[in-house]
């Protein structure tokens, strides 16, 4: 049976670089994982503390429903101002009253001009959530725009490479991790 992945993309432009390495992960997945995309972090409402008392909004239900109903939980990201996009670090802000993501595999990729700055940001967070980060399921792709085509191919041969071991890697990490 195929353990279920949550892919959530940072950005919320159409045909992404972020969606687009998503797209290329999910492919290079087919024999081990099913992936739903997740697309509406920016339907999300603001996170407001007081909407969160006794249950939250029924799309944030749905939202942490899927993460909780997940295996294994991808992000693909890009930085936007040395940090995170405003509406997946208001995604995340959801789910820090829950202990969805404690234990859960998660993968993290930060893909854009630079990132270095985005991609320690979503590290710190995801830790402090406790989910379950190893550092052969991280990457930082810099320079993303010019390592994907029009089609979404991958045209660097060493980040396809690091893809494929990052895929590896969670494969393993979700089939050997019990998240019940």
């Known amino acids: ?9 940072g950005s919320t432009r159409k045909n992404s670089a972020n969606l687009q390495i998503i797209r290329f992960v999910e492919q290079m997945s087919v024999d081990g994982l099913q992936f739903e995309i997740y697309n509406d972090i920016d339907k999300l409402p603001h996170f407001n503390p007081d909407l ?28 936007y101002v040395f940090s995170l996009p405003g509406s997946l670090k208001n995604a995340i802000e959801w789910c820090v009253s829950t202990t969805i993501f404690s234990e859960k595999p998660v993968a993290l990729i930060t ?11 979503l590290r710190l ?18 320079g993303a725009k010019g390592k994907i085509d029009s089609t979404g191919k991958i045209t660097d041969p060493i980040i396809a490479d690091q893809l494929s071991n990052l895929i590896t890697a969670f494969t393993g990490q979700v089939t050997n991790s019990s998240t019940d």
């Not at 969160?52 to 890009?78: H, M, Q, W, Y």
Request: aromatic share 4%.
């Open 52 to 79: 969160d008392k006794d249950s939250a909004p029924p799309i944030v239900e749905e939202f942490r429903n899927k993460i909780k109903n997940a295996d294994g939980v991808l992000i693909c990201t890009p930085e």
């Open 1 to 9: 049976m195929k353990k279920k992945i949550l892919a959530i993309c």
């Open 125 to 142: 967070i995801m830790r402090t959530i406790y989910a379950a980060l190893r550092d052969d399921t991280q990457l930082l792709i810099q």
């Open 111 to 121: 893909a854009s001009a630079h990132g270095a700055k985005g991609h320690e940001s």
